[in-house]
């Protein structure tokens, strides 16, 4: 491979707090020097390539904690070649995969056909995810040891709640054997059968059956006296409500192992969009109310939030276009996060640059225990490289996802992704 040389970038690197106009010199997959000095290097004239990256921020990879790639299984929604496409297109340099495919990842025969496919697919890097019970039952632990040596990186039965709570009991003491994080979908569904959206004002309005914020806030509840019984590296998926981000910072400053992360939908909407019966504003769990949404938004800069995370849930277009109470829940985000929060979030300076990368690398890596996160010397030149300037117009019709169901089709966004580089190599390039 040749030498790179990435000259005139604004270096933000959270790891290190780094935030400096400069160059980057990669060789063999590394990154082998960073900093200031280079900024307007002499060319080499030995054979390294020069990419002049002048106006465009280079940050370490983008890390996406929580995606569902459908593969095996729903491959008319996704396959991991596919998500892994989407991903480098959306400047992600890696993504953990759910578990909740078909058969689910619940043993290491399924961890390392994802790992397999993800290699073959040669995009962003792929994390397995197993689940954390059998079949995603609930009641029989999967083969969590097993998935681990095959490569798995968290445990999750994402999509579903763990509701038994002695089964979760017994994962989490079973997790601190490998010290990876189990990450819950926290949903209390026995309290709302049938709920659509969010229950309150816009329900009651549009006559659809409620989910209250109550419903995340028990489960995270219990899950943090589980976490606090057991010790175990407990996260909270896609966290969405104002009392669930509090008990996460209670938790947090008591010294508990207890992390979250939220999405961009959850930052930038609220249950308002549900008015018109748009099926792309069903989710789960579902988008809240304004009060939430300023409260996440505060969560992002004091800390109390560790990731954003897109909770990419592709589905085919016939499933998208039912009516409201039958449609399924979620939308893709892996080609619209960074827009959306360079977008809403730092351009509006509600989130400072650096703060915005930590949330999107550093953060993830350190939940996760992956590598990436960082652009020190030595580390594996996994590199998002954007442009905060660039005006994009989102156009599902141009995804490299199968899925098409975004609520953000046709909005303008300022900030989107220009190249994005896995150990060194383009797998992704605006041009
Ligand atoms: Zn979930």
Redesign the pocket.
Known sequence: MKRLLIRGARLIDPSRGLDILGGMLISDGRIEAIGAELVNAPDPHDGTEILDATGLVAAPGFIDM?VHLREPGFEYKETIASGADAAAAGGFTAVAA?ANTSPPNDNASVTEFVLKKAAEAGKARVYPIGSITKGMKGTELAEIGEMVEAGAVAVSD??LPVSNISVMRRAMEYTTLFDIPLIE?C?TPELHPGGVMNEGFWSTSLGLRGIPRASEEISVDRNIALAELTGARFHV??LSTEGALRRVAEAKDRGLRVTCEVTPHHLVLTDESVKSYDTHAKM??PLVTEADREALINGLKDGTVDAIAT?HAPHHADEKGEDFDHAPFGIVGLETAVSLCLDRLVGTGILSMTRFVELMSTGPARVLGVSGGTLEVGAPADISLFDPQKRVRVDPDKFRSKGRNTPFGGWELTGAPVRTFVAGRVVWSAE
């Open positions: 929580h759910m994402d999509g979908h949903e998926a896609h789960k769990p909770d």
